[in-house]
């Protein structure tokens, strides 16, 4: 698989569950980032964890890293209608460099 | 809350023809960057600018395509021959100069359909 893969690709929840995504990787990084798109839309930043971080929370967000397995996963609590979006985790190697490599996300639908 | 402006959010182009996408980054961010996504594919990096140089770039940002930042505020990619694999949404991100701590803020797209 390639740098960033996440699953499940897709995941279909109730209002008001949790949902939880995983991304794995293969090289070592700088730090991870998840973000959100909405259909047609841009990319939305919502949380980064650096390499030395094994956890992370911003509001109803929780993010862990476990750099040995190379792989975080993002846990949404309490999830709304409004959560449906695709979610992405990108990586910042650890050399020299900015890029993002982007996996290829997870298709969130949440069902009133 | 600051945000990256692209434009237009849709271009249709004939193959062949050149087409500059315009990107506004966040006024005091120092990196840029171009992403594409084709169509139900992963976002893929193109090119990443600083201090009025590229500083990296993909095998898919070949001679065809080059960055411009012809002013003080805009930021423009520019394909000089377009073909129909180059359709696809393009990103524009800005960042801080920190990497480590600071990501990327992406704009909401172009839309670019070659014909």
């Known amino acids: 698989s390639q740098q960033g893969e996440e699953d499940p690709q897709a995941l279909s929840i109730q209002e008001g569950e949790n949902a939880t995504m995983n991304c794995s990787y293969k090289?070592?990084?700088?730090?991870l980032q998840w973000y959100r798109q909405n259909s047609g839309r841009g990319l939305v930043h919502l949380i980064l964890i650096r390499s030395n971080e094994r956890e992370k929370h911003s509001g109803r967000l929780r993010v862990t890293l476990d750099t040995s397995k190379k792989s975080s996963s993002l846990l949404i609590t309490a999830s709304r209608a409004a959560d449906t979006a695709s979610y992405f985790c990108a990586t910042v190697g650890s050399n020299a460099g900015n890029m993002l490599t982007f996996g290829g996300g997870t298709r969130l639908m949440v069902k009133p | 809350e600051p945000e990256v402006t692209q434009t237009p959010s849709h271009q249709v182009t004939q193959m062949g023809q050149e087409v500059i996408l315009r990107c506004v980054p966040i006024?005091?961010?120092?990196?840029f960057y171009w992403y594409r996504q084709i169509l139900g594919q992963k976002v893929e990096f193109l090119v990443s600018f600083y201090n009025n140089e590229i500083s990296e770039k993909s095998e898919i940002f070949d001679d065809q395509f080059s960055v411009e930042r012809p002013d003080g505020s805009n930021f423009t990619l520019k394909i000089r021959s377009t073909k129909l694999e180059d359709s696809a949404m393009y990103f524009c991100a800005s960042s801080t100069l920190d990497r480590a701590v600071q990501p990327q803020h992406f704009g909401d797209g172009t839309r670019l359909s070659i014909l």
């Open positions: 006024s005091n961010h120092l990196y």
């Open positions: 090289t070592s990084i700088n730090n």
